[in-house]
């Protein structure tokens, strides 16, 4: 009998090992211990230049939008399947570093990023709805809708700009603390 007492504290010990080792492992942020500017360097690599390059895509896609926009039906099905999607993977990249991030100063840079990102999307899926409202026939209803998603894209860019700004203004102070 002494025997499954001795097996169980055995099991119960291993399984707290296993949950504090899991527990502090974690993903490795809480235990690194970097300076700002080298994270900013990292993060500059590994987030900012890929979203540079994405961003030069992106401008590709919104001019070919842009020549085919009098094509409704095919201006919007490429925002739906081009062009939003392109964008949702261009999130992930500022999203899935965000975790890793241990610097305040970066980390608010990231969120900041990540919330441009995401209005830039809104602003995308508005216009889609746009386009899609153009594909219906033409009645009040549709008016007023296309009136009211017109201003709030408006109102979107307006958000667009100021965050923009501020990421700027982030990545500047970065930049001259280096």
């Keep these: 009998m002494e025997k499954q007492p001795s097996y169980l504290k055995l ?9 504090l080792t899991a527990c502090n492992s974690g993903n490795g ?5 970097i300076s700002v500017e080298i994270e900013f360097d990292e993060y500059r690599e590994n987030v900012l ?6 961003s030069i895509k992106i401008a590709e896609m919104l001019n070919h939008y842009a020549s085919i926009v009098e094509q409704t039906e095919e201006a919007q099905r490429y925002l739906e399947e081009e062009v939003i999607p392109f964008m949702e993977e261009t999130k992930k990249i500022a999203s899935e570093a965000h975790d890793g991030l241990v610097n305040e100063e970066i980390r608010e840079l990231n969120e900041t990023t990540i919330e441009y990102v995401d209005l830039n ?6 216009t889609a ?25 408006i109102e979107l860019q307006e958000k667009i700009d100021q965050t923009g700004e501020e990421m700027d203004r982030q990545i500047d102070e970065l ?4």
């Design 11 to 19: 099991t119960l010990m291993l399984f707290l090992i296993g949950l």
């Design 129 to 153: 709805g746009l386009s899609a409202l153009e594909l219906e026939p033409a009645t009040e209803e549709t008016y007023q809708k296309a009136v009211k998603l017109n201003e709030e894209n």
């Design 49 to 54: 230049e890929p979203l540079d390059e994405r």
């Design 175 to 178: 930049v001259n603390k280096q």
């Design 121 to 126: 999307l809104d602003s995308l899926r508005k």
């Design 29 to 33: 942020a809480e235990s690194k211990n």
